[in-house]
């Protein structure tokens, strides 16, 4: 969607079904997704790597109207990755990745998937800057936010509680609408073919 001239874009949940990229739709996640998101936040080893919600929680961030949930889809409907976002109506317009996972690592699903949401947080939510965080131990999942073009903003050392009671570092890492923009214009990672409906 455009903006007008003279109008500040601002961030807000956009039409369930966003953008189309074989193989994968993005698109936003209802209260009937989670049982899917949820089972990939507990794949076997993700405890080290994707912090996980219970379900009252996720229902809670569901409802919140600043937040916002996206799933990357196959042509059947199964869901092969998820992202939450947060910060929906900020008035500096940063938007948070709060999460973002692939049910199958490594195969490259992710990576799509995830610029999918980087599109979109710039170009339908008006992001100005979108930032994270990550287990500063989690070498795979920065690599793929640097690709998309994310770099390291800085390190929370031992801001988050492990399962099992230890802490560890979390890195910081962030986008700038103006990064992404030189990056649309440069050989991005993957092709633009975006079908707004």
Not at 3 to 14: D, H, Q
Not at 130 to 151: E, I, S
Not at 167 to 193: C, H, I, V, Y
């Amino acid at each position: 969607m455009a903006n007008l001239k003279g109008a500040k874009p601002t961030l807000r949940p956009s039409a369930t079904a966003i953008a189309d990229r074989a193989p994968l739709t993005l698109r936003a996640a209802s209260p009937d997704d989670l049982t899917a998101i949820m089972a990939i936040e507990r794949r076997p080893g993700f405890e080290r790597q994707v912090g996980r919600s219970e379900e009252a929680e996720h229902r809670a961030m569901l409802a919140n109207p600043s937040f916002a949930y996206r799933l990357g889809v196959r042509a059947g409907g199964a869901v092969e990755a998820f992202a939450i976002l947060s910060g929906l109506g900020d008035p500096h317009r940063n938007l948070y990745l709060k999460r973002v996972a692939a049910r199958r690592p490594g195969e490259g699903v992710g990576t799509a998937f995830l610029s999918l949401v980087v599109d979109e947080a710039f170009r339908r939510l008006g992001a100005e800057r979108f930032h994270l965080d990550c287990f500063a131990d989690n070498a795979r999942a920065q690599r793929v936010y640097a690709k998309l073009g994310f770099t390291r903003d800085g390190t929370l050392r031992q801001a988050y509680r492990l399962p099992d009671g230890t802490r560890t570092d979390l890195t910081l890492m962030a986008l700038l609408k103006s990064e992404w923009e030189g990056r649309q214009t440069a050989s991005a990672p993957f092709p633009l073919n975006f079908k707004y409906i």
